[in-house]
């Protein structure tokens, strides 16, 4: 008999962003500033004493569904052998098969999905690229953190030669205003700013209808894009056929499915240059790959979305040349860095995804539970095993309550405190 996993934890995290962020979906009133990034993280010990460590996130609203739905079905991991990933994967869905297979429900499972995908490359005494099978020991990368919607036009232009000098290859702005010409105008200026010749994307946010899009592709057919991404709602993959067929410069969507089927109706469809599937929102490592080996048939392009801890290591794993989105933001979470040079982001050669969680990350822990031999499936917010002694998630919301949690507080005058995360209601 193998080895089995002997404790699973699952942790939820707020990490706070440096200075909040806005894109096109702000601009248009959609959702409010970002602020924070939550996570879901999974950590699984086996009776041999190995460990993995996996997390999924969320933005703005979410996170907390994935921590209960964790919670719910965690337990079936007990006694299980972690090398049988695909066996467990089933086991977990059917655990929450009423609540489907898509969105919330695959995104906490991810987590574990990915704990256990480092867990067996650590097995290997191998970094997971090198167990998926790498085809190189480096990846092309991007900034995209620099070129948010609340800077001025030469902000952006600095942070994007800032990012340039620290071995970043290219360069990715957020569009999708309401007015489209103030778009053009920073566009225009950030290409003058770096040159013809550096990699140069842009990034709608799904903020645009059909024609729109259309009138702006074809106003940017010179300035030699990479990819324009997201032009449409991320459900409307005949549209993005249709832009595809019709523009010379390459379409880029797929970030925001959470099911195989739907990125494969992109891939059916050829209604993308390059795929941008994203390990956590997808369901984890297990379905990511099975959408990569379909790319890879249609022979598309991937350039996975954000998590770049995750996805250097697909994307050394993905026969063709990728991309990888270079933004810091989880960075603090971890003890380790990806180290950057040429253009380009190394694959740590430190076995598994090279993760270990900081040991300042706790000061962002907003919830914990530990089902096994340590834990006994008990939580930071009360008892999930024999002895329940719970306390309550819910919180009070309005002028009186000022929205009082256990998880923290929320309310216009900004009192808000989450664990030990403090922020202000209005700054998203």
């Given at each position: 008999m193998g080895d089995r996993v002997a404790s699973v934890r699952f942790g939820h995290y707020a990490v706070p962003l440096a200075h909040p962020v806005s894109d096109a979906k702000v601009a248009t009133g959609r959702q409010r500033p970002l602020s924070q990034i939550d996570v879901l993280t999974c950590e699984i010990t086996?009776?041999?004493?190995?460990?993995?460590?996996?997390?999924?996130?969320?933005?703005?609203?979410?996170?907390?569904?994935?921590?209960?739905?964790?919670?719910?079905?965690?337990?079936?991991?007990?006694?299980?052998?972690?090398?049988?990933?695909?066996?467990?994967?089933?086991?977990?869905?059917?655990?929450?098969?009423?609540?489907?297979?898509?969105?919330?429900?695959?995104?906490?499972?991810?987590?574990?999905?990915?704990?256990?995908?480092?867990?067996?490359?650590?097995?290997?005494?191998?970094?997971?690229?090198?167990?998926?099978?790498?085809?190189?020991?480096?990846?092309?990368?991007?900034?995209?953190?620099?070129?948010?919607?609340?800077?001025?036009?030469?902000?952006?232009?600095?942070?994007?030669?800032?990012?340039?000098?620290?071995?970043?290859?290219?360069?990715?702005?957020?569009?999708?205003?309401?007015?489209?010409?103030?778009?053009?105008?920073?566009?225009?200026?950030?290409?003058?700013?770096?040159?013809?010749?550096?990699?140069?994307?842009?990034?709608?946010?799904?903020?645009?209808?059909?024609?729109?899009?259309?009138?702006?592709?074809?106003?940017?057919?010179?300035?030699?894009?990479?990819?324009?991404?997201?032009?449409?709602?991320?459900?409307?993959?005949?549209?993005?056929?249709?832009?595809?067929?019709?523009?010379?410069?390459?379409?880029?969507?797929?970030?925001?499915?959470?099911?195989?089927?739907?990125?494969?109706?992109?891939?059916?469809?050829?209604?993308?240059?390059?795929?941008?599937?994203?390990?956590?929102r997808v369901g984890g490592i297990t379905p990511y790959l099975k959408v990569a080996a379909l790319a890879d048939h249609a022979q598309l392009q991937v350039a996975p979305h954000f998590v770049m801890e995750i996805h250097v290591h697909l994307a050394a794993a993905y026969p063709r040349e990728s991309w990888v989105e270079h933004i810091e933001w989880l960075s603090p979470l971890f003890e380790e860095r990806l180290e950057i040079e040429g253009g380009r982001m190394r694959v740590p050669d430190r076995p598994g995804l090279g993760l270990s969680l900081a040991d300042g990350a706790a000061a962002w822990r907003l919830d914990q539970v530990e089902f096994g031999v340590a834990g006994a499936g008990r939580s930071d917010r009360g008892g999930l095993g024999a002895v329940a002694v719970g306390r309550s998630d819910r919180g009070e919301f309005g002028v009186a309550g000022a929205g009082r949690s256990d998880r923290g507080e929320f309310g216009a005058v900004a009192v808000g405190r989450s664990g030990r995360v403090e922020f202000r209601a209005d700054a998203g």
């Open positions: 086996t009776d041999d004493g190995l460990e993995g460590l996996g997390f999924s996130y969320t933005t703005r609203a979410g996170c907390r569904a994935q921590f209960a739905h964790a919670k719910e079905v965690g337990e079936n991991l007990l006694g299980r052998d972690p090398s049988d990933i695909g066996r467990l994967y089933d086991v977990l869905l059917w655990a929450g098969a009423s609540v489907g297979r898509s969105g919330v429900a695959t995104q906490a499972l991810a987590a574990v999905d990915v704990a256990l995908w480092d867990l067996k490359a650590k097995r290997a005494g191998l970094p997971l690229a090198k167990l998926l099978g790498s085809y190189r020991d480096s990846v092309r990368t991007y900034n995209t953190s620099g070129g948010y919607l609340q800077a001025p036009v030469e902000e952006v232009k600095e942070r994007a030669r800032q990012s340039l000098s620290d071995g970043i290859g290219g360069i990715k702005i957020k569009v999708g205003q309401p007015d489209t010409r103030e778009d053009l105008r920073r566009l225009a200026a950030v290409r003058e700013h770096l040159g013809d010749d550096v990699p140069l994307m842009v990034d709608a946010n799904q903020q645009w209808d059909r024609a729109t899009a259309l009138r702006f592709g074809r106003a940017v057919e010179e300035l030699g894009l990479v990819w324009i991404e997201e032009p449409l709602d991320a459900y409307d993959a005949e549209g993005h056929a249709q832009l595809a067929a019709a523009l010379g410069t390459p379409i880029a969507t797929g970030e925001m499915l959470s099911s195989v089927p739907d990125l494969v109706r992109l891939i059916d469809l050829r209604a993308v240059g390059f795929l941008q599937p994203d390990v956590p």
